[in-house]
């Protein structure tokens, strides 16, 4: 949620494609992660492009942290996701552009600046040829084809969505759904922030990297996120106030590094990242919380720009010694190929 909120009265513009439908072709990105990381990664990891919420940042103090907004990839050697579409995506524009990448696969939480300020300055969208596929799941005001289009409208940016639409691949997902992109099972699940938001959990050969950001937690730990993170090696999570800032926040739709060990404890997750830093932190401040949380939850890291973690070194962690039920996969996946 927007410190800030700024009502935008919109120009209507006309639907120039229709929304695609959920039978649509989709093509997934099939380039390995190791070509741009620079390293081998034989197995499922995440790699950190913009760790900061709700706007991004520029100063001194912060930039071992990093100043950009959400965005992140998940990689195993065939397949590559992008996660959110924050101010972190625009330097991974270019270097897809340079590594002669023609496709890309941007799954959205949600359609909060924070996490879509990135895409008017993905250079793939502008360059015909290239094809950049992007899911989300309803967000409960209009089709995903129309909120697009008003990231691209005067007076707020120059060039018009009929530049870009013919790049675009929109597909809107049902809630919980469960599909292949690649060779990564994806399942989704609706989370709790003012405006509908979603959490994924990412599978490869027995390797689990969960995403949930922009939720708030509740009294007891929230049993849709506690099923989704069930047995997860990695939770990466919404971590943008303290505990004691919380009480000041409550129906702002964040949560705590509390909550978040809380919550991996209860799905014994043996890594949590610390996510979606608050603008203001400094990296002082992050490292401070970081340690707050490792001395709770032993493993526990805050996510920095440019960091990169493999979901088997978190295997290697000693998980909470909980009895946990995986999500229950009953084959019925949608691949979207
Ligand atoms: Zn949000
Ligand atoms: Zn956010």
């Not at 039978?23 to 081998?40: D, E, N």
């Not at 990839?73 to 330097?91: P, W």
């Not at 509740?218 to 971590?239: E, N, Q, R, S």
Request: proline content about 6%.
């Amino acid at each position: 949620m927007y410190e800030n909120m700024i009502v935008i009265i919109w120009l209507r513009l006309g639907v120039r494609r229709r929304v695609a439908g959920t039978k649509a072709a989709y093509i997934p990105v099939m380039t390995p992660c190791s070509a741009l990381a620079g390293g081998t990664m034989a197995n499922l990891s995440v790699r950190f492009l913009g760790v900061r919420g709700s706007i991004a940042t520029s100063h001194d103090a912060q930039r071992l942290v990093g100043g950009n907004t959400a965005c992140l990839e998940i990689c195993t050697d065939e397949t590559r996701i992008i996660v959110d579409a924050g101010t972190g995506l625009r330097t991974l524009g270019n270097e897809r552009l340079a590594a002669g990448i023609k496709h890309s696969t941007i799954l959205l939480s949600h359609l909060h600046w924070d996490h879509v300020a990135g895409l008017p300055f993905f250079s793939p969208i502008y360059i015909p040829g290239h094809r950049v596929h992007i899911a989300t799941g309803p967000n409960g005001t209009m089709p995903l084809e129309q909120a697009m289009q008003r990231l691209f409208v005067a007076p707020f940016f120059p060039v018009e969505y009929a530049t870009v639409a013919e790049q675009l691949v929109l597909r809107e997902l049902a809630p919980r759904e469960t599909f292949m992109i690649g060779d990564i099972t994806v399942t989704m699940a609706k989370l709790n922030h003012p405006d509908p938001v979603y959490g994924f959990r990412f599978e490869h050969d027995g390797q689990t990297i969960v995403y949930a950001t922009d939720t708030e937690h509740y009294a007891c730990v929230d049993p849709t996120l506690k099923k989704l993170a069930a047995g997860a090696d990695i939770l990466i999570y919404d971590a943008q106030y303290t505990p004691a800032e919380y009480p000041s926040k409550v129906g702002w739709g964040h949560s705590t590094w509390a909550a978040g060990a809380d919550l991996a404890r209860a799905a014994g997750v043996p890594q949590l990242v610390l996510f979606h830093h608050d603008p203001d932190r400094t990296d002082v401040q992050v490292a401070a919380i970081e340690a707050d949380a490792r001395a709770n939850l032993p493993g526990t890291v805050a996510a920095r720009e440019g960091m990169i973690l493999l979901a088997n070194d978190a295997q290697s962690m000693s998980a909470p010694s909980v009895s946990v039920t995986p999500v229950a996969n009953n084959g019925q996946l949608t691949a979207l190929i």
